[in-house]
C-alpha cells in the first residue's frame, strides 16, 4: 500500500525578481536592499526550524506584478499578499497567519493596489 504523501496547507509564492543595478523599476530582490536578498532563504530555514515545512510549500516566483511594494509574497489559499517585507516580518506572518490562522492585516498589501480577482470567463473573448 502506498501512503498518500499530504498536500501543503499552504503555498507561499516569495518574489525573487531582481532588476539589474541601475534600472528605475523596483524589485523585490534588489542590491540596494541586502535584507531582500536573503528574504526567501529566511522564509525557508524558518519553517524547516519550526519543522511545518511539509505542510507549507514556499515557491520562488518571478515577477507578482506589485514592484513598488516589494518585496512581496503570495500565501495561499487566501490570495494574502504581503508587502515591504522583512525577516522580521515574515517571522510575525509565519507564527500569526501560517501557524495561528491570523492574517497579519498591518502587512497586507493596500486594497486599492490589489482589489477583488477578476474572472477569467469575463474578459475571455
Request: hydrophobic residues 35%; contains cysteine; proline residues 10%.
Amino acid at each position: 500500500m502506498i501512503t498518500a504523501i499530504p498536500q501543503p496547507a499552504f503555498y507561499i509564492f516569495k518574489c525573487q525578481q531582481s532588476a539589474p543595478p541601475g534600472m528605475p523599476k523596483p524589485s523585490c530582490v534588489s542590491q540596494n536592499n541586502p535584507e531582500s536578498v536573503e528574504i526567501f532563504q529566511h522564509l525557508a530555514q524558518s519553517l524547516m526550524q519550526k519543522g511545518i515545512m511539509g505542510t507549507v510549500q514556499p515557491i520562488q516566483s518571478s515577477c507578482l506584478n506589485r514592484c513598488q511594494q516589494g518585496p512581496v509574497m503570495l500565501v495561499e489559499p487566501g490570495h494574502t499578499m504581503y508587502t515591504a517585507l522583512t525577516k522580521e516580518k515574515v517571522n510575525r506572518i509565519i507564527d500569526e497567519h501560517i501557524i495561528g490562522g491570523s492574517v497579519v492585516t498591518e502587512y497586507v498589501i493596500a486594497d486599492e493596489m490589489w482589489g477583488e480577482p477578476v474572472s477569467p470567463a469575463s474578459m475571455a473573448r
